[in-house]
């Protein structure tokens, strides 16, 4: 079975998992490939004006897969990723918001992945896919299995510096925390700071201006929960704990000059996560930069700012000392 | 929020708090929570955060404020506000009551630990005052709605409103209460025109633009005077039903669930899920059409609004969704709400002629 796999959203975070769980199950995976302005403007004409870049970007891909002609697509309804946190409204209504934009055309296959509630975990979301996959319910326990070894690999390629940028969307690498680059903290969605159309090539752009870039995915684990937990009460949203704990952890890093914060217009979690960092580096002295994309960006303005922000990292590090 | 100040008042006085209540909300709140707030934060918060410091300016030191565990925005709110008043330089102490879903003994707990002299007892009878009055205002509230589109004279149910408002506030005993209820209810009763033809048009969406008036520009009356008589079914006293006493609503929790199913098969957080499951309600109880109300980039409800499309194809609901902000301007409002009950008129004499 032609399993439509949108290269949009989480697949920029989970990919390894849920590519290996299908192939496993014996389904082959159709990977939408990257985002185009083509893509970008299907999207749009096809969501409500309020839904956010990204989610119109995600219709944008399961068009282009329809189109290619496959036998399902695949959605998963991701709830709640781990204990105490849910990942945004929007991810939880997907498969139902995915459905009504292009209609009955195509089949959805969308298990869900509910770590609140008993029952609903990752075994139970495989064993569904196996069903409907025609798959006996004991293959589901290896091909799980072999998904996360998959996804742990991936996972610290990228604390190594191999971005899902290239791992995932196969951009050529960029030079990342080379010891002699000076770097720049990009923090963001893994979804906006690694599609090229999205995020308007920023780090491809910072990377041939000669700079270094560390994201929320270069930032070992231990590192960025504790930086999450650094909060007086802990966000319940799995994305941005992620952003605010690399945000705290980049901040105290002696080699990360400056903070870009990559968010889509209006994205309800990160309107307040983006504060708190915000906030944050300004007590701290770091400089940051909130950048707000969406569809009506342009490329020119976004770019106008970066290099005023860069000019600005370069007068400091030439004259006077970091503010403490 | 709405009239939520006169129960929570009630029952921190009773309990021997000193009390300060911010004026209602008007646009000198909205420019102060507007010129301190994140700019891509949801209005609630900027209208809070207004409340906050008008109470500040009354003598206020500490505010209460209710917390939670997502995925809405709002139980991140305190934390976020309490940042951004720290940082503006104001010393308000924030009360954060994390009301974790369902478990009164908690919030009880909490409850004990700032107000003096504390008993279980004593609380009871203060909630009870407080409960009652929810509940009066409600009923007054369902009935307001029936009687502006048939009112004799502009503006005289709003009016009887207002008033047992204030009665209602300062009453002591349930009793008094209940008195004060039934005297609203006739009065509203007399000023009625039974005769005259209406067009009932349900409101859904996001349950604090929905409940507070100045946050939607007064929606629910400027329908009342264009011959609209509102239905909904978000109301306080169902609110507080519902984040106090979970399971006690677990069944209506089903109701809702296999209601809105077909469209949006899980919860979505906020009143996502409320609101295409009462859309669907009024339509089969053949409602004229539904507006949808909620903060522009509300999460949930932009969920909601991406499917509501299909219930007006099923049912033939016409669905005006409005997002409100700092920016909504009252003759755009208006126009709109004027244009969609025009239509909804055309549609019922067309109706009527077929």
Known sequence: ?324 | MGTLYIPVETLLLDLGADVVVPPPCSQRTLELGTRLAPESACLPLKLGLGNFLEAEELGAEAVVMAGGCGPCRFGYYAQVQREVLEGAGHDLEMVVLEAPQGHLRELLAQLRRWVPGFTFGRFWRSFSLAWTKILAIDTVERSLQQARPREARRGGADAVFARFLTDCRRADSPRRVRVLQQEALEELAALSNPERTVVRVGVVGEIYTVLEPFANLYTERRLGRLGVEVVRRLFLGDWIREHLFRFRVQKERRHLAELAGPYLNHFVGGHGLESVAHAVEFARKSMAGTIQIAPLTCMPEIVAETVLPEVTADYGLPVLTLFVDEHTGEAGLQTRLEAFVDLLAGRSAKSVEG
């Not at chain 1, 991810?91 to 992945?113: E, N, T």
């Not at chain 1, 960006?297 to 590090?317: C, K, N, P, S, Y």
């Open chain 1, 1 to 324: 079975m032609r399993v439509g796999v949108p290269q949009a959203l989480l697949y920029w975070t989970y990919a390894p998992l849920w590519l290996t769980v299908l192939r496993q199950l014996g389904a082959e995976p159709v990977v939408s490939g990257a985002t185009t302005r083509a893509t970008l403007d299907a999207g749009v004409k096809l969501a409500v004006d309020e839904v956010c870049l990204p989610v119109k970007v995600f219709y944008g891909h399961c068009a282009a897969l329809v189109e290619l002609g496959i036998d399902a697509l695949f959605v998963p309804r991701l709830v709640s990723v781990e204990e105490r946190a849910y990942i945004c409204p929007k991810f939880m209504g997907l498969p139902d918001m995915v459905r009504h934009a292009l209609g009955s055309r195509v089949r959805i296959l969308a298990p869900v992945v509910d770590l609140r509630r008993k029952g609903s975990g990752y075994a139970e979301a495989v064993a569904e896919l196996a069903g409907k996959l025609g798959r006996p319910a004991r293959q589901a326990k290896q091909a799980l299995g072999a998904g996360w070894a998959a996804q742990t690999e991936a996972e610290t390629a990228w604390e190594r510096g191999s971005l899902p940028l290239s791992t995932l969307g196969g951009v050529p690498p960029l030079p990342t925390g080379s010891a002699e680059k000076r770097l720049i903290g990009v923090l963001g969605h893994p979804y906006n700071v690694y599609d090229v159309q999205i995020s308007l090539d920023l780090l491809g752009r910072l990377a041939r201006a000669g700079w270094g870039v560390a994201t929320a995915e270069t930032v070992p684990r231990a590192a960025w929960e504790e930086g999450a937990r650094s909060l007086p009460k802990e966000l319940f949203w799995t994305l941005g704990r992620r952003v605010y704990g690399a945000a705290a952890h980049l901040m105290v890093s002696p080699t990360v000059e400056g903070l870009i914060h990559l968010v889509s217009f209006g994205c309800g979690p990160d309107s307040l996560v983006g504060e708190l960092v915000r906030r944050e580096a300004e007590r701290r002295g770091v400089p940051f930069l909130l950048l707000t994309l969406d569809e009506h960006t342009g490329e020119a303005g976004v770019w106008t700012r970066i290099e005023a922000f860069t000019d600005m990292l370069d007068r400091r590090e030439a004259g006077a000392p970091r503010p403490s």
